[in-house]
């Protein structure tokens, strides 16, 4: 009889079976039956010698991206990093486990049986350990695919640049914590990232940063120094590149000249150490989470929002942000902020806004709900106060007025996360009553929604009311014009939905969604007038005029193309005159977004056609009052797009009026 032989990998170390691989977990590499696999009932899938390597193949040498270019071979991305078996194999951390869960019912029963030695539950399901943590054994591709990663970190100088050409409102708190990270790992290992190092230089950097990967990070550290020294200098970790990868991005993107060959470098780079910390373990740490996040909006940027993989992306967020238990955190933190607390709080607010928006925009059910949120809000502290020492963050916390809005005349991130999240909320109602089950929706319902979101804004400190007669004062940064802008038009497009849904119940005339819709289209232009001043949001363009203008120039079109006002007494600003202006310029922003070359670029292209020849209609009218069909308006397009949610799409008329006489 012959001897069974167990394959050995490149290590030496024993080869695993296939199902025991892919689920990652230990293998006593039983022939020819695994134990794992006779327990749990499946010894026909326990097999030995089979690869279950991507079908990408990695590349001969190691890539090269010096300068940096485009890395050809950080597309190839390898397995995910094997961790370190610990040292019982059965572990594992359940997460966040709430009312309902078993771990719940049996610590309530713990409680009340008399204390022993030799048996205490407490909390050992999720205790973090003080451990070391496991050490990442890296395979070849992984290892090579870290290296090709480290190559592509461009100059010192030309790393700040590109941090700094970059604003994004929601990250106040993280740029300077980006920024000291930043300087530290130039610092540290200046002569591995801009010096000629050796493969095997870059290799034990590689192998460096995974292990720091690997600890145990300290969410809920209450110093923000020492918050931030576990993730930077030499204990630099791979959730501390991506981030920096994800600023150079942006950065990039944001370049008059675009390198779309170096944009996908650095996003490829992203995906990589994002993938990286993932693996290193069970659960997901606050920097994680943010990282998580930014590659959601790289994905809404470079596939689309309405494309899976976006979705995919957010949905991985949504599960982090859960498992966690960030949704579910108490007032205790409230009462004693630190930077901890207010970071997670801070972008589990910014997960769910996002959640919000895409549903909006695709007409997908949410996956997440404020029914199922005990998280509070972020308190409105200035990012330097959560960045100082514990006293001066008390001190801050301790000024906010009644309504937990800060007395000052300056706005900064915080209040608008919290501006957002407030808009956010009636957003969801809104949401339940346009996508829910509801078969009708009474009208008073749909009153009191709109008055409670006039409400919400009308409550809003005074640092973030837009003075549309003083957008074009220089004074104003440009931060604090784009913070207002989104607000104002978050706002404007909560009432424009609650409107379509009156008109849907015949319970509105179009004479206020018209005032609205005109509001909408002239507010988002502000962007196109002041595109000098907001140079460093110019990658948010394209979705803002989609987002935004398009919606608002649908009711506009359809007010030149069947008129419903006799008379504008309603709204002063409101005339035929001006309605054509704002869309003769809706239709140059929109010019300029169909030579930004994104999945949106069509949808632009559509939009802008269909507008023009609306013009050219009112304009020029046609003899005996002919009335222009929808294929003459370039219909056929836009019904190809993924335009799917009917409060948005406000160019539905089209199909079914265009073809009628007056």
């Known amino acids: 009889m012959s001897v069974m032989t167990t394959p050995r990998r490149n290590n030496g170390r024993p080869e695993a079976c296939l199902p025991c691989?892919?689920?990652?977990?230990?293998?006593?590499?039983?022939?020819?039956?695994?134990?794992?696999?006779?327990?749990?009932?499946?010894?026909?899938?326990?097999?030995?010698?089979?690869?279950?390597?991507s079908s990408r193949q990695p590349v001969d040498e190691p890539l090269r991206a010096a300068s940096p270019q485009i890395n050809d071979g950080l597309d190839i991305?390898?397995?995910?990093?094997?961790?370190?078996?610990?040292?019982?194999?059965?572990?594992?951390?359940?997460?966040?486990?709430?009312?309902?869960?078993?771990?719940?019912?049996?610590?309530?029963?713990?409680?009340?049986?008399?204390?022993s030695p030799h048996f205490e539950l407490g909390n050992s399901l999720n205790e973090v350990s003080d451990s070391p943590g496991a050490v990442l054994s890296l395979p070849d591709p992984t290892l090579q695919a870290s290296v090709a990663v480290l190559k592509c970190f461009p100059g010192r100088q030309k790393a700040q640049d590109l941090l700094r050409a970059h604003f994004d409102p929601h990250d106040g708190w993280l740029r300077p914590v980006a920024e000291f990270t930043l300087v530290e790992l130039y610092d540290t290992f200046d002569q591995v990232i801009t010096g000629t190092p050796s493969q095997g230089q870059l290799e034990t950097l590689a192998r460096t940063i995974s292990n720091n990967t690997a600890r145990p990070f300290q969410d809920d550290e209450v110093d923000a120094r020492k918050w931030i020294d576990q993730f930077s200098g030499r204990n630099t970790r791979w959730e501390t590149l991506?981030?920096?990868?994800?600023?150079?991005?942006?950065?990039?993107?944001?370049?008059i000249n675009r390198d779309e060959r170096l944009m996908e470098s650095f996003q490829r780079c992203v995906e990589h150490c994002f993938r990286m910390a993932r693996n290193a373990s069970s659960g997901a740490n606050c920097m994680v989470l943010y990282l998580s996040w930014k590659r959601t909006v790289f994905g809404s940027m470079t596939a689309g929002s309405a494309n899976l993989l976006c979705w995919e992306y957010h949905a991985e967020s949504v599960a982090l942000l859960t498992f966690a238990g960030w949704h579910a955190s108490t007032m205790q933190a409230q009462q004693s902020p630190t930077l901890a607390s207010e970071m997670r709080h801070r972008i589990n607010i910014m997960i769910y806004v996002g959640d919000k928006i895409s549903a909006s925009f695709t007409g997908r059910p949410p996956l997440m709900s404020r029914r199922f949120m005990s998280a509070p809000l972020p308190l409105d502290l200035e990012d330097d106060a959560l960045l100082s020492d514990r006293n001066t963050l008390q001190s801050a916390a301790a000024l906010l007025n009644e309504t937990e809005w800060a007395d000052r005349?300056?706005?900064?991130?915080?209040?608008?996360?919290?501006?957002?999240?407030?808009?956010?909320?009636?957003?969801?109602?809104?949401?339940?009553?346009?996508?829910?089950?509801?078969?009708?929706?009474?009208?008073?319902?749909?009153?009191?929604?709109?008055?409670?979101?006039?409400?919400?804004?009308?409550?809003?400190?005074?640092?973030?009311?837009?003075?549309?007669?003083?957008?074009?004062?220089?004074?104003?940064?440009?931060?604090?014009?784009?913070?207002?802008?989104?607000a104002y038009l978050e706002h404007l497009q909560n009432l424009f939905f609650i409107e379509r849904l009156l008109i849907r119940n015949h319970a509105a005339t179009r004479d206020e969604i018209l005032s609205i819709s005109y509001r909408m289209v002239s507010t988002t232009l502000l962007y196109w007038r002041n595109m000098d001043r907001l140079s460093a949001l110019r990658t948010d363009f394209q979705w803002l005029v989609m987002a935004y203008a398009a919606p608002g120039g649908g009711i506009l079109c359809l007010e030149l193309v069947r008129p419903t006002m006799t008379s504008f007494a309603h709204d002063p600003s409101l005339s035929r005159s001006n309605i054509i202006q704002q869309l003769s310029l809706l239709v140059g922003f929109l010019d300029w977004g169909v030579s930004i070359a994104t999945p949106n670029r069509k949808l632009c292209a559509a939009c802008k056609t269909i507008i023009e020849r609306v013009l050219d209609h009112t304009l020029n009218a046609p003899p005996n009052g002919h009335i222009m069909d929808a294929d003459m308006l370039g219909m056929g397009t836009l019904n190809e797009l993924d335009f799917d949610f009917n409060l948005l799409d406000t160019f539905d008329w089209m199909p079914m009026e265009m073809s009628q006489p007056p």
Request: a positive charge.
């Open 21 to 53: 691989r892919r689920r990652k977990v230990a293998c006593d590499h039983a022939r020819p039956i695994c134990s794992r696999c006779i327990r749990r009932k499946h010894p026909d899938a326990c097999k030995y010698g089979v690869s279950i390597v």
């Open 77 to 115: 991305l390898p397995e995910p990093p094997v961790r370190a078996a610990p040292r019982n194999s059965e572990d594992f951390t359940p997460g966040y486990l709430g009312f309902t869960s078993f771990y719940r019912t049996f610590n309530e029963a713990s409680t009340s049986i008399p204390a």
């Open 242 to 255: 991506g981030i920096l990868f994800s600023y150079w991005e942006c950065g990039a993107r944001n370049s």
């Open 409 to 486: 005349d300056n706005l900064c991130t915080s209040t608008f996360l919290r501006a957002r999240a407030k808009l956010t909320f009636i957003r969801e109602e809104i949401l339940e009553l346009a996508l829910g089950g509801h078969t009708t929706t009474s009208a008073d319902t749909l009153r009191d929604v709109k008055s409670r979101a006039e409400q919400v804004f009308r409550d809003f400190p005074r640092s973030l009311q837009l003075n549309l007669a003083g957008t074009i004062n220089q004074d104003t940064d440009a931060p604090t014009l784009h913070m207002r802008l989104i």
